[in-house]
């Protein structure tokens, strides 16, 4: 399997039924209001809390909380994250308490208009708990198409394409390198990386979450 491999692959999931349920998530993420704290806070607990930690079971956490991480206490959130077998209650509730912190700031980074990297940066600042990957991912689900998510899913699809070797810890120099990689593929395809990240997801997983 090579590079040519790999972008026909995509090319084909770009003409079947999975391309609607891409399109549908990327409209999903491009009408976020990203001046509103409930929505902008939801967005950034999914992200804190789907580090190295399955997604899928994020969404069913999400499901039963709605819009209440931006009021909910310390405790109640960690109670509710324990009864739901997610795997580090305690370290990600404090995580999601602090965001709210500094809501505000991440509101007004966001609207900021600077460069997708640079809100990126900023980020990873401000928010505890959040690296390049996390960071990234937020921004993405929030309609900020540009940039990539380098997980372990993305890396598992790179390597078994023979795109990538083994990536032993993702710094933030290699981060940037991988994240290069996929913006030069994005580019070959004519789609934002943002969203071939979804195609990639679904070649690992079967799925497309956010």
Do not use: Q
């Not at 084909?12 to 998530?25: A, E, G, K, P």
């Not at 324990?82 to 795997?87: A, I, N, S």
């Not at 899913?153 to 032993?168: F, S, W």
Request: net charge positive; aromatic share 10%; with cysteine.
């Amino acid at each position: 399997m090579g590079r040519e491999d790999f972008l026909e692959n995509i090319k084909i999931l770009l003409s079947s039924d999975v391309r609607r349920l891409v399109d549908d998530r990327v409209e999903s993420f491009r009408s976020i209001d990203r001046y509103s704290p409930r929505i902008v806070m939801r967005e950034l607990a999914y992200c804190i809390l789907t580090a190295n930690y399955r997604a899928d079971k994020v969404l069913e956490i999400e499901r039963v909380l709605g819009d209440r991480y931006i009021d909910i206490s310390y405790e109640e959130l960690r109670s509710t994250l324990k009864k739901m077998g997610y795997r580090y209650p305690n370290v990600r509730s404090r995580y999601i308490v602090l965001a709210r912190g500094v809501l505000g700031e991440v509101i007004s980074v966001i609207n900021s208009g600077l460069e997708s990297s640079l809100i990126r940066s900023r980020l990873v600042r401000l928010v505890k708990g959040f690296g390049m990957k996390e960071a990234s991912h937020f921004l993405r689900n929030i309609g900020f198409l540009d940039l990539a998510i380098i997980d372990r899913h993305i890396i598992k699809i790179l390597k078994y394409y023979g795109l990538v070797g083994e990536v032993a810890s993702l710094t933030p120099s290699r981060y940037l390198e991988l994240e290069g990689l996929i913006k030069d593929l994005s580019g070959e395809l004519g789609i934002e990386p943002g969203i071939l990240d979804l195609y990639m997801w679904y070649m690992s997983t079967g799925k497309v979450l956010k």
